[in-house]
């Protein structure tokens, strides 16, 4: 069975990387995926696979049941793209302003459709049904994935096992990483909203300082990290966005900060938030004025099944070659397929996508470019551990 999938894998390939490659030139942004949805149906159609459109707004799900009955592996595929403009120069770069598959969400489609492809001519070698999820909306709050798990189609053959494949670009494609338990952050995000009395800059006796107050407050946060956060906790609280619209001489009334708090623990996280509120509102009304603090709880810490991981590693060695599996560090980087393992037992792994020589790339970048020799290696890992998972693991 492992050279027939090999081989299916490989048969298909150039098939796959035009179905990548017209997905990435037409990139959607999260929730607004509609053409991409259509394209995906109809890509299932013609291989004959049934499935439910509109879950979650644009998301599908398709059912591949088994000759023999059993019980069911899910694997998740993002739809959404970034707004981000590209400047890769590909021949099949976006032809749609300010949006990019800058982070892979391309590839997992394709890796999808591949592993359908060749699940559904494998279909009488499965012991239960392989559920494929085409989810909306992974890179905005409050996410796609919430959606699904409540949605009635998804309860109605919910999967004992979630799997979830996620491009690297830092390992050269062939190479596949994994980390069991923790893997990847929690990811709030933190709205201040500090308000003064403005002013003519020439004369501070005048004015509550707003400019002044904000620096104090991101100052002393940074603190909460080094300070506050258990050692053994992974913690991050970074602020990007310092709006103070003012001007040389000018104090405004009003200074917007905004950032991300990003840790591995649920209970620390909960403590984190309320320090976070204590610090910026104390500090600003310790120095006259006032500081109202949003919090925006995003997606939970992403956390592999280590049995089921154990599995799926050794599967993968069997199909990739036990030289090629890395062992993954944490990753302060967050994904809401962390909702579906907090309901399921799940393992989320990386699949190399960079070129053996050459800069290394990075997700999210304008520049990001994949080495499409992953295309014809990941469908095929995808389809050969959903059906080892179903004939001898669950």
Not at 9 to 29: K, S
Not at 65 to 94: C, M, N, W, Y
Not at 120 to 142: D, Y
Not at 365 to 381: A, N
């Amino acid at each position: 069975m492992l050279n027939s999938i090999r081989q299916l894998a490989f048969d298909q390939h150039n098939a796959i990387v035009e179905f990548r490659r017209y997905l990435h030139q037409h990139p959607e942004l999260s929730f607004q995926e509609v053409n991409t949805a259509k394209h995906i149906a109809k890509e299932l159609e013609s291989i004959g696979i049934p499935f439910f459109d509109g879950i979650g707004g644009t998301g599908i799900l398709a059912l591949i049941e088994g000759d023999v009955p059993g019980p069911t592996v899910g694997i998740r595929a993002e739809l959404d793209a970034l707004p981000i403009q590209e400047q890769t120069e590909l021949k099949f770069a976006s032809i749609n302003a300010n949006v990019m598959h800058a982070c892979g969400h391309d590839v997992h489609m394709a890796n999808l459709i591949g592993a359908a492809r060749i699940l559904w001519k494998l279909r009488h070698l499965l012991k239960g049904n392989v559920l494929l999820i085409f989810q909306p909306g992974e890179e905005v709050l409050p996410g796609g994935a919430q959606s699904i798990i409540e949605s009635p189609e998804f309860n109605k053959y919910k999967p004992s096992l979630m799997l979830g494949m996620h491009i690297l670009p830092e390992l050269t494609a062939g190479k596949v990483g994994f980390k069991s338990g923790a893997y990847m952050a929690s990811g709030d995000e933190i709205y201040l909203k500090v308000k003064g009395k403005g002013g003519h800059a020439a004369l501070p006796h005048t004015l509550i300082d707003t400019v002044l107050m904000a620096s104090h407050i991101v100052v002393a946060l940074q603190q909460l990290v080094s300070r506050n956060s258990p050692v053994e906790i992974p913690t991050v609280l970074s602020f990007g966005k310092v709006i103070a619209n003012g001007a040389t001489n000018i104090i405004p009334d009003v200074v917007n900060i905004e950032g991300t708090f990003r840790t591995m623990d649920e209970t620390w996280r909960e403590t984190a938030h309320d320090n976070i509120r204590k610090i910026a509102t104390g500090i600003a009304q310790g120095m006259g004025g006032e500081c109202e603090v949003e919090i925006r709880k995003g997606y939970p810490t992403l956390y592999n099944n280590p049995d089921f991981t154990r599995v799926v590693v050794d599967l993968t060695s069997e199909y990739m070659g036990t030289n090629n599996i890395v062992k993954l560090s944490t990753r302060m980087t967050t994904d809401d397929f962390a909702r579906f393992a907090q309901v399921i037992p799940s393992v989320y792994f990386r699949i190399g996508s960079g070129f053996p020589k050459g800069e290394a790339m990075v997700l999210h970048s304008s520049k990001l470019l994949v080495d499409e020799h992953v295309l014809e290696q990941s469908g095929g890992l995808l389809a050969w551990i959903a059906i080892n998972m179903l004939d001898k693991h669950l």
